[in-house]
C-alpha cells in the first residue's frame, strides 16, 4: 500500500541532521508528523533551542496518510461537542481550529505550498443522518459559522441533505512538511529521524533515551500519535481507529469532485479530488473500524474500492494505503502537560480524524502554555476534556478493552503448519501466544503480545502487519514496531 503524498514526495527536501552529541535543548519534540513539526516551528519561533526526534521519517505515519482537508466544517463535530458538553465549549473548539487553519494558510503562503480553495460538506444518505447535519448547521449559525444548507450536491447519488461551508481548504500534507521542517531548519532547530523515543526521566531536566543516543531537554512534547512512555493514560481514554484511502485516475468525462465532501452516516466515506500534473485524481476514503478488531482489513479495502467504481466506472487506482486516527472519550483532543511530569512533559493526541486543524491547535496551546501565553480557547477545551463529560465513554472503552484482553488470551494451540502466502495465524506455544506470517515467501515468529499492554495481537492482511486490538500498537511481520502506544517491537520465538 502507497500513499499518494509519500510516493511523490522528494525525501530530500527534509533537511535533517544525526544526532549532535553533548548538546542540550529548550525543547525536545518526539513525533515527526503535522503536530511535530508544528509545535517545533511555534515553539523555535520565540526564540527556543529545539530538537525534533522521529522514530521512523518525517510524515511516515498519519500526516503522510491522511485525506489533507483544512476545514472547520467537520461532519456532525460541533453539535456532538455542544450535546456532550455546552455550546460554550464547542465555540472555543470551533476558535480553536478557525485559529488553525489561519496559522496554516498563512505558512502556506509564506512558503508558496499550493493551497486548493474548496468547499466544504457533510452529507448525509438517511432520514437520521439528516437530523443529525440539521443539529450541525443549527450549532453552526449559533457560533456564527456561515455554513448553509443544500437538498442537492455534485455528488453522483442520492442524499437526504447537506451542509455546506465555502472557502475551505486542501493541499499535499507532505508540502506542508517540507515547509515546516525548512523553517525550523532556518531557525535553528534540529530534525533527527531514525531516533525513536524509549525512555525519559520523570520530570526535568530531563535525559531522553532514544534508538539513535541520549538527548538532554527542559522539556518533552509527546506528537507521537498515541503519546509513547504510558504517562498520563491517553491511551486509555481513547479508541484507535484506521480507515483506508484509494486514489484513482478517472477516465475523460469521468466524475471528479470539486469540494470536499464527508458522510455523517456509516460507514464514514470521504471523497475529493486531488491535482497531480496535469489531472485531477479522484480520492475516496473511509470504511474505517477500530484498530485489530475487524475480521478482514483486506474486506474493507475491497469494499471501498467497489463503491468508487459504481462512482467513477473505468477509474484506474493508482495508490492506496491506511492511516490511523484516535477517537477520544469527550469529543475533544487530548492536549496539556502529563500528570507529575510539573510541566516538563506535554502530549496532544485524540483528533477524531481532523487533524489537519487539532495538529495545529495542539501546536499552538503547547507553544503558548510553555510562555504562559496560552490561547484564550484552551481552558476551556483543557478543563473540559477532562470533565464528566466523558468519563462515561472512558467507562464504556475500558469495558471494551478489557474484553478483548480476555478473548485474545483464550485461543486455540498454534497450527503445526506455517501459514500460506500473505497470511498469519496467532496460537498458543508453550502457554504463550505466538504469531506466524508468511510474507513474500519469508515465514516469521514473534511474540504475539503487544509489549505495551499485553494484548493478543492480530494478523492485518490488507497492510501486511500485526495490530493490538486493545490500543492500536502495529508491528510489521518481523515484529518491528510501526506505531502506537509501545516503544519497543516484538521479540523472535521458536513456535
Same mark, same amino acid.
Given at each position: 500500500?502507497?500513499?499518494?503524498?509519500?510516493?511523490?514526495?522528494?525525501?530530500?527536501?527534509?533537511?535533517?541532521?544525526?544526532?549532535?552529541?553533548?548538546?542540550?535543548?529548550?525543547?525536545?519534540?518526539?513525533?515527526?508528523?503535522?503536530?511535530?513539526?508544528?509545535?517545533?516551528?511555534?515553539?523555535?519561533?520565540?526564540?527556543?533551542?529545539?530538537?525534533?526526534?522521529?522514530?521512523?521519517?518525517?510524515?511516515?505515519?498519519?500526516?503522510?496518510?491522511?485525506?489533507?482537508?483544512?476545514?472547520?466544517?467537520?461532519?456532525?463535530?460541533?453539535?456532538?461537542?455542544?450535546?456532550?458538553?455546552?455550546?460554550?465549549?464547542?465555540?472555543?473548539?470551533?476558535?480553536?481550529?478557525?485559529?488553525?487553519?489561519?496559522?496554516?494558510?498563512?505558512?502556506?503562503?509564506?512558503?508558496?505550498?499550493?493551497?486548493?480553495?474548496?468547499?466544504?460538506?457533510?452529507?448525509?444518505?438517511?432520514?437520521?443522518?439528516?437530523?443529525?447535519?440539521?443539529?450541525?448547521?443549527?450549532?453552526?449559525?449559533?457560533?456564527?459559522?456561515?455554513?448553509?444548507?443544500?437538498?442537492?450536491?455534485?455528488?453522483?447519488?442520492?442524499?437526504?441533505?447537506?451542509?455546506?461551508?465555502?472557502?475551505?481548504?486542501?493541499?499535499?500534507?507532505?508540502?506542508?512538511?517540507?515547509?515546516?521542517?525548512?523553517?525550523?531548519?532556518?531557525?535553528?532547530?534540529?530534525?533527527?529521524?531514525?531516533?525513536?523515543?524509549?525512555?525519559?526521566?520523570?520530570?526535568?531536566?530531563?535525559?531522553?533515551?532514544?534508538?539513535?543516543?541520549?538527548?538532554?531537554?527542559?522539556?518533552?512534547?509527546?506528537?507521537?500519535?498515541?503519546?509513547?512512555?504510558?504517562?498520563?493514560?491517553?491511551?486509555?481514554?481513547?479508541?484507535?481507529?484506521?480507515?483506508?484511502?484509494?486514489?484513482?485516475?478517472?477516465?475523460?468525462?469521468?466524475?471528479?469532485?470539486?469540494?470536499?465532501?464527508?458522510?455523517?452516516?456509516?460507514?464514514?466515506?470521504?471523497?475529493?479530488?486531488?491535482?497531480?500534473?496535469?489531472?485531477?485524481?479522484?480520492?475516496?476514503?473511509?470504511?474505517?473500524?477500530?484498530?485489530?478488531?475487524?475480521?478482514?482489513?483486506?474486506?474493507?479495502?475491497?469494499?471501498?474500492?467497489?463503491?468508487?467504481?459504481?462512482?467513477?466506472?473505468?477509474?484506474?487506482?493508482?495508490?492506496?494505503?491506511?492511516?490511523?486516527?484516535? =477517537? !477520544?472519550?469527550?469529543?475533544? #483532543? *487530548?492536549? +496539556?502537560?502529563?500528570?507529575?511530569?510539573? &510541566? %516538563?512533559? $506535554?502530549?496532544?493526541?485524540?483528533?477524531?480524524?481532523?487533524?489537519?486543524?487539532?495538529?495545529?491547535?495542539?501546536?499552538?496551546?503547547?507553544?503558548?502554555?510553555?510562555?504562559?501565553?496560552?490561547?484564550?480557547?484552551?481552558?476551556?477545551?483543557?478543563?473540559?476534556?477532562?470533565?464528566?463529560?466523558?468519563?462515561?465513554?472512558?467507562?464504556?472503552?475500558?469495558?471494551?478493552?478489557?474484553?478483548?484482553?480476555?478473548?485474545?488470551?483464550?485461543?486455540?494451540?498454534?497450527?503445526?503448519?506455517?501459514?500460506?502466502?500473505?497470511?498469519?495465524?496467532?496460537?498458543?506455544?508453550?502457554?504463550?501466544?505466538?504469531?506466524?506470517?508468511?510474507?513474500?515467501?519469508?515465514?516469521?515468529?514473534?511474540?504475539?503480545?503487544?509489549?505495551?499492554?499485553?494484548?493478543?495481537?492480530?494478523?492485518?492482511?490488507? =497492510? !501486511?502487519?500485526?495490530?493490538? #486490538? *486493545?490500543? +492500536?500498537?502495529?508491528?510489521?511481520?518481523? &515484529? %518491528?514496531? $510501526?506505531?502506537?502506544?509501545?516503544?519497543?517491537?516484538?521479540?523472535?520465538?521458536?513456535?
Amino acid at each position: 500500500m502507497t500513499s499518494l503524498w509519500l510516493d511523490a514526495h522528494d525525501p530530500s527536501r527534509i533537511p535533517v541532521s544525526d544526532l549532535p552529541v553533548g548538546l542540550s535543548y529548550d525543547v525536545a519534540v518526539a513525533g515527526g508528523g503535522l503536530t511535530g513539526l508544528a509545535t517545533a516551528v511555534a515553539v523555535a519561533r520565540s526564540g527556543k533551542r529545539v530538537i525534533l526526534l522521529e522514530a521512523r521519517t518525517v510524515g511516515a505515519v498519519a500526516t503522510g496518510n491522511t485525506t489533507a482537508k483544512l476545514t472547520v466544517l467537520q461532519g456532525t463535530r460541533l453539535s456532538t461537542i455542544r450535546r456532550r458538553h455546552s455550546l460554550e465549549v464547542a465555540g472555543a473548539y470551533l476558535a480553536a481550529n478557525r485559529d488553525a487553519q489561519d496559522w496554516v494558510l498563512e505558512l502556506c503562503a509564506r512558503h508558496a505550498v499550493p493551497v486548493q480553495r474548496r468547499a466544504a460538506y457533510s452529507y448525509a444518505t438517511t432520514a437520521p443522518g439528516a437530523q443529525s447535519l440539521r443539529s450541525e448547521l443549527e450549532t453552526a449559525r449559533a457560533l456564527g459559522l456561515g455554513a448553509r444548507w443544500e437538498d442537492m450536491t455534485e455528488l453522483p447519488f442520492p442524499i437526504t441533505g447537506a451542509v455546506a461551508l465555502e472557502d475551505q481548504a486542501q493541499f499535499d500534507p507532505m508540502e506542508v512538511l517540507s515547509a515546516l521542517a525548512a523553517e525550523l531548519h532556518s531557525l535553528g532547530g534540529i530534525i533527527v529521524e531514525g531516533a525513536r523515543l524509549t525512555g525519559a526521566n520523570r520530570r526535568g531536566p530531563l535525559t531522553l533515551t532514544t534508538t539513535a543516543g541520549e538527548v538532554r531537554a527542559d522539556r518533552l512534547v509527546l506528537a507521537t500519535g498515541s503519546p509513547v512512555l504510558d504517562r498520563g493514560g491517553q491511551p486509555l481514554r481513547m479508541v484507535p481507529h484506521r480507515s483506508y484511502a484509494l486514489a484513482y485516475r478517472v477516465p475523460t468525462a469521468g466524475w471528479v469532485p470539486r469540494g470536499m465532501h464527508v458522510s455523517v452516516d456509516g460507514p464514514v466515506r470521504s471523497l475529493r479530488s486531488a491535482p497531480q500534473g496535469d489531472e485531477e485524481l479522484l480520492l475516496v476514503g473511509g470504511n474505517d473500524h477500530v484498530t485489530g478488531r475487524t475480521e478482514s482489513p483486506r474486506a474493507q479495502l475491497a469494499d471501498l474500492h467497489d463503491w468508487a467504481l459504481e462512482l467513477a466506472p473505468g477509474a484506474e487506482r493508482t495508490h492506496s494505503w491506511a492511516a490511523q486516527d484516535y =477517537e !477520544p472519550a469527550g469529543e475533544l #483532543p *487530548l492536549i +496539556g502537560a502529563l500528570p507529575g511530569s510539573e &510541566g %516538563t512533559i $506535554l502530549a496532544a493526541t485524540g483528533y477524531a480524524k481532523w487533524g489537519m486543524t487539532n495538529a495545529v491547535v495542539a501546536a499552538l496551546a503547547i507553544a503558548g502554555s510553555l510562555d504562559d501565553r496560552a490561547p484564550g480557547w484552551f481552558a476551556t477545551l483543557h478543563a473540559a476534556s477532562g470533565g464528566l463529560g466523558s468519563l462515561a465513554q472512558e467507562a464504556t472503552m475500558g469495558a471494551q478493552v478489557g474484553k478483548e484482553l480476555l478473548k485474545g488470551w483464550t485461543g486455540a494451540e498454534l497450527p503445526e503448519q506455517a501459514p500460506p502466502e500473505g497470511q498469519g495465524v496467532v496460537g498458543r506455544a508453550q502457554g504463550r501466544p505466538v504469531a506466524v506470517s508468511t510474507v513474500e515467501g519469508r515465514t516469521c515468529a514473534v511474540s504475539g503480545v503487544c509489549p505495551h499492554l499485553g494484548g493478543v495481537l492480530r494478523w492485518n492482511e490488507a =497492510e !501486511p502487519s500485526w495490530d493490538c #486490538p *486493545l490500543h +492500536g500498537s502495529r508491528f510489521a511481520p518481523d &515484529g %518491528t514496531l $510501526l506505531e502506537g502506544p509501545a516503544v519497543t517491537g516484538l521479540g523472535p520465538v521458536q513456535p
